[in-house]
């Protein structure tokens, strides 16, 4: 099997050194990437620890998963992640979306598509230090060193945002791990890319998703439940806009029927009790759960799928037993042995 990246995810909980302790921690593991959510009245602010994380790790690349163009001007994105990568050498991905919690905690819809698309594009032309039109101004970010770059993934689900994905993004977010639905966005990803002639090899795949290592399996389904109420949230705006079209495979619409609303409260938590409606069946689907040869089965599938990088969420009472075992059991044997 060919090298995968492993990322990890957390959310920016206090006390913030923890949250660069673990991120340390995860590079010495053999971890690639360091990602963190973007919800800045539920969490601390993440661009502020990923400083302190870029500032004690020597190659790990770390971004937002995922920031939207709603709650930060477009303009502050790129800077913020041009001045890390001036001092940190081009280590920041931007990891971008339409927004969830950030906009919805405070009584705010998630942007359009075609904002989101505009927004891509103009983040990441400011933070290369090009000029770019801004709603009918030219602007340019003047102190951006030559040879900078900005990587922008998008996050989606939906047949639009997979098509925008594929015109302009270069890479691709995608917050579940279940074979097929993978399959089937790839798919879609890489048809756009190509109906746009932009090559699909250079969109790099992201599949983000909860991973809990041990045998109890009744206990971790219970742990990660909460990511299948997290994914419904983007899926009820899909069955709201595309209905029973078939547009969208029943296998990612199907499970939330028995949606009744959703507790911000409690986001990305286990326990939220408005996450109950999820089955175990699709917590196997989205999760990947079980000891290390199950995780590398699951991983294995997903590589010969096209994904190039499997982030972890890490939101569950093992985080760093997990960490542990991903990092002797699992990632040296997805890199050959390498770390």
Not at 270 to 292: I, M, Q, S, Y
Request: aromatic letters at 8%.
């Amino acid at each position: 099997m060919s090298p995968m990246d492993v990322g990890l995810v957390l959310q920016t909980d206090p006390p913030g050194s923890a949250v660069v302790d673990r991120m340390v921690r995860a590079e010495e593991l053999g971890f690639s990437h360091g990602w963190t959510f973007d919800s800045h009245v539920l969490w601390q602010e993440p661009y502020v620890i990923l400083s302190q994380v870029l500032a004690r790790t020597s190659r790990l690349v770390v971004g937002p998963m995922v920031t939207n163009p709603a709650t930060r001007d477009w303009t502050v994105i790129a800077s913020l992640h041009a001045t890390l990568n001036e001092m940190h050498g081009n280590r920041t991905i931007c990891g971008i979306g339409r927004g969830d919690s950030a906009v919805r905690v405070q009584g705010r819809k998630p942007t359009t598509l075609a904002r989101l698309a505009d927004s891509v594009q103009v983040i990441r032309e400011l933070a290369a230090g090009r000029a770019v039109d801004v709603e009918g101004t030219s602007i340019r970010i003047p102190w951006v060193p030559a040879g900078a770059s900005l990587p922008v993934w998008v996050a989606g689900y939906g047949p639009k945002a997979l098509e925008l994905v594929g015109r302009y993004a270069d890479g691709f977010i995608l917050q579940l791990a279940d074979p097929y639905l993978v399959e089937w966005t790839v798919k879609s990803v890489r048809a756009a890319a190509e109906a746009a002639g932009r090559d699909p090899a250079r969109i790099t795949v992201c599949v983000a998703a909860p991973a809990y290592v041990g045998d109890d399996l009744a206990h971790a389904r219970d742990q990660c439940r909460w990511f299948g109420g997290m994914v419904g949230n983007h899926v009820a705006d899909l069955v709201t806009r595309y209905g029973e079209s078939g547009a969208v495979p029943a296998e990612l619409t199907g499970y939330i029927k028995g949606r009744e609303g959703y507790d911000y409260s409690h986001h990305g938590k286990a326990g939220n009790r408005t996450t109950d409606f999820v089955p175990d069946e699709v917590v196997d689907r989205f999760c990947l759960l079980g000891p290390p040869s199950a995780q590398l089965e699951r991983l294995a599938g997903l590589r010969e799928l096209g994904v190039d990088q499997f982030a972890v969420y890490a939101m569950h009472d093992a985080v760093d037993a997990t960490l542990e075992a991903y990092g002797t059991d699992v990632i040296p044997r997805l890199q050959g042995g390498r770390r």
